[in-house]
C-alpha cells in the first residue's frame, strides 16, 4: 500500500525567514506528486505539479518554489516567508500517466508571524 | 474557463438521514473527471468517489452515491444514512482530460454537521 509522508507536521515561522517543506511517497514507483495551499477555511489551490525527477511545473505562483530531487521525494521551499504565506500545504500524488484522482498526504500547517 | 461551485456553504442533518451535497462546474473539454473529497477536522483529506463524464450510470461507493446530470453541468453528492463520523467539510473538484497540468479545480467546499 502506497503511503505519504510529509514533514514537518507544523511550522510557526518568522517573516523574512527561510521555509523548506518536504514530501515523501512510499510503496509507488514514478508517481505524479503536487503541492496544494490551503488557507484557512479555503478551498484548494494548486501550487506545483511534477511527473518525474527533476521536473516541476509551476501552476500558481505565490513567490515558492518546489523540486523533485528523488523518484519519492517533493520538497516546497521559499527564502523569504510573506505573512500570506501561512495556511495549510498538502501534498498528494496521482499514479502516472492517469487521469486518475490525486490522494493526499496529512499536511503541514505553516504560521508566519 | 473552467470553475466548480459550491454554492452550500454548511449543512446541517441528523444521524441516520440522508442528505445531498450541490455541485455546478464550467468546462469547455468534451471529457473530465469528477471527485468528490472529505476533509477532516484534523485537515486530512479523503477521496471519496469519482464520475467520469462520459459515463451516464452514476457512481456509487458505499453510502456515498452520486447524481450526474451532465446537460446541467451538476453533480451532486449523496450520502444515505448518515453517521456523525461523516461531519467534515466536502469538496466537489473536477479534472479535465485535455488538462496538461494534471490541474483539479476544487469547490469552496460545504461543510456538513451530522447531529445525534
Known amino acids: 500500500a502506497q503511503t505519504i509522508h510529509q514533514w514537518p507536521v507544523a511550522e510557526i515561522k518568522a517573516v523574512g525567514s527561510p521555509l523548506s517543506l518536504g514530501c515523501t511517497i512510499k510503496g509507488k514507483s514514478s508517481p505524479n506528486l503536487y503541492w496544494y495551499w490551503q488557507a484557512t477555511g479555503g478551498t484548494l489551490q494548486q501550487l506545483f505539479y511534477s511527473i518525474t525527477v527533476g521536473q516541476v511545473e509551476s501552476v500558481v505562483q505565490l513567490n515558492l518554489s518546489a523540486s523533485r530531487p528523488k523518484d519519492d521525494q517533493f520538497i516546497l521551499s521559499t527564502e523569504k516567508l510573506l505573512l500570506s504565506h501561512s495556511g495549510f500545504y498538502l501534498c498528494?500524488?496521482?499514479?502516472?500517466?492517469?487521469?486518475?484522482?490525486?490522494?493526499f498526504g496529512p499536511g503541514t500547517r505553516l504560521t508566519v508571524l | 474557463a473552467q470553475k466548480v461551485t459550491q454554492t452550500q456553504t454548511s449543512i446541517s442533518v441528523m444521524e441516520k438521514t440522508t442528505v445531498t451535497m450541490d455541485c455546478v462546474y464550467e468546462?469547455?473539454?468534451?471529457?473530465?473527471?469528477l471527485f468528490w473529497y472529505k476533509q477532516t477536522a484534523s485537515g486530512e483529506i479523503v477521496f471519496l468517489i469519482r464520475?467520469?463524464?462520459?459515463?451516464?450510470e452514476n457512481a456509487t461507493v458505499g453510502h456515498y452515491s452520486l447524481n450526474f446530470q451532465k446537460p446541467k453541468s451538476s453533480i451532486g453528492l449523496i450520502i444515505t444514512a448518515t453517521q456523525i463520523e461523516d461531519s467534515a467539510v466536502y469538496f466537489c473538484a473536477m479534472r479535465e482530460t485535455r488538462n496538461s497540468n494534471n490541474r483539479i479545480f476544487f469547490g469552496d467546499g460545504t461543510q456538513l454537521v451530522v447531529k445525534p
Open positions: 498528494a500524488w496521482s499514479p502516472q500517466g492517469d487521469y486518475a484522482e490525486q490522494f
Open positions: 464520475q467520469d463524464s462520459y459515463k451516464k
Open positions: 468546462t469547455q473539454d468534451s471529457s473530465y473527471f
